[in-house]
């Protein structure tokens, strides 16, 4: 079955610790998607990426880096500069043409999330 | 910049009764609208999307939402709800030729028996 997987489901992390969180899809997207969500805040994306080797800030980025040197892989890594990194996080995939700006018209299909706390 | 309201937090609707969750956005061109639905701990699902044409948008487990120009709004409907249905929706935005979504901030429904 064709999907996206995020890896693992809950994530326990110590103050001042990094920490990475896994999204693979064999949906042959060209473009991957990284959201943060709070209780009562919706989804906010921090990074996406349109193509292997180029991403994007979205309008959370800050304490974040990502890395795409693969299509089917999209890692997430939560740096100690992130001031308040629980919560939980979820990947998205759409189709995209690889080097032109993905069109609207792609719907982005999500994975199941990771639920990261800070002890 | 565009924004999306969900104006009710929460919904407590009886089974079997008819729903209707509220959604505006401001934009100022039309832009391409969506609806997802999330179960406890779990991602979101496509339930439909609006980009151009019927006004009126049918989507899968039964939703259908209007989208209406003057009043910047698109509500998800619909006519008998089940209590498979209880989870939170949310409504999304994006105009046209970007690639990015803005979420409302959602809407738990809760499925009275």
């Known amino acids: 079955d064709g999907g996206i997987t995020q890896s693992p489901k809950y994530l326990f992390r110590k103050e001042g610790q990094n920490v990475t969180l896994s999204c693979e899809q064999n949906?042959?997207?060209?473009?991957m998607y990284w959201y943060r969500q709070d209780p009562g805040q919706g989804l906010r994306l921090i990074y996406y990426?349109?193509?292997?080797?180029?991403?994007q800030k979205g309008d959370i980025a800050e304490g974040y880096s990502v890395s795409r040197e693969k299509k089917e892989s999209f890692p997430l890594t939560v740096t100690s500069a992130q001031k308040n990194p629980t919560a939980f996080y979820l990947c998205a995939s759409s189709i995209s043409i690889a080097g032109v700006p993905p069109r609207n018209t792609d719907t982005q299909y999500f994975g199941p999330g990771t639920r990261l706390t800070v002890l | 910049a565009q924004s999306v309201t969900q104006p009710d937090i929460h919904i407590t609707v009886s089974e079997g009764a008819s729903l209707e969750l509220r959604c505006n956005y401001s934009?100022?061109?039309?832009?391409?609208l969506f609806w997802y639905v999330q179960s406890p701990g779990q991602g979101l699902q496509l339930l439909l999307k609006?980009?151009?044409?019927?006004?009126l948008v049918q989507g899968i487990k039964g939703f259908e939402a209007e989208f209406k120009r003057s009043q910047s709004s698109f509500n998800l409907r619909k006519p008998s709800v089940h209590w498979s249905d209880a989870a939170e929706y949310f409504c999304?935005?994006?105009?046209?030729?970007?690639?990015?979504?803005?979420f409302g901030k959602g809407t738990m429904l809760l499925v009275s028996p």
């Open positions: 990426s349109q193509i292997v080797n180029d991403f």
């Open positions: 609006y980009f151009s044409g019927d006004t």
């Open positions: 934009y100022g061109a039309t832009p391409y």
């Open positions: 999304a935005v994006a105009p046209s030729g970007y690639s990015t979504l803005t």
């Open positions: 949906l042959n997207h060209d473009a």
